[in-house]
């Protein structure tokens, strides 16, 4: 029961991070970052221009449907207008728990 119990918890502990970046020409660059921990997924937009963080935010209650049909649970999600810290040594986990800190701030 012991070697069971570890694996579930290193099962449990499993993270896994992705950043996509997108060029929509006119409506700007977007940046995703999210972080997926067990069935939780926590996800930040990064939205060049502010029209395109209002369309992001206007398809977020669509997408956290999606996730949740899929028996996925939203941690956190959301669209900030700007561009995430761009150094390749980032941590993915890092930028979306600071970015949750500004937010909540």
């Given at each position: 029961?012991?070697?069971?119990?570890?694996?579930?918890?290193?099962?449990?502990?499993?993270?896994?991070?992705?950043?996509?970046?997108?060029?929509?020409?006119?409506?700007?660059?977007?940046?995703?970052?999210?972080?997926?921990?067990?069935?939780?997924?926590?996800?930040?937009?990064?939205?060049?221009?502010?029209?395109?963080?209002?369309?992001?935010?206007?398809?977020?209650h669509t997408l956290n449907n999606?996730?949740?049909?899929?028996?996925?649970?939203?941690?956190?999600?959301?669209?900030?207008?700007?561009?995430?810290?761009?150094?390749?040594?980032?941590?993915?986990?890092?930028?979306?728990?600071?970015?949750?800190?500004?937010?909540?701030?």
């Open positions: 029961t012991t070697i069971v119990s570890i694996k579930q918890q290193q099962k449990e502990n499993n993270c896994w991070n992705i950043r996509l970046h997108f060029d929509l020409e006119e409506l700007g660059e977007l940046t995703a970052l999210a972080s997926l921990r067990s069935k939780t997924v926590t996800a930040v937009f990064w939205a060049e221009k502010t029209l395109l963080a209002e369309k992001v935010e206007e398809q977020l999606t996730l949740s049909a899929s028996g996925i649970v939203i941690g956190q999600m959301f669209c900030r207008v700007g561009k995430p810290d761009n150094q390749k040594d980032t941590n993915i986990a890092q930028l979306l728990s600071n970015s949750l800190l500004n937010t909540e701030a």
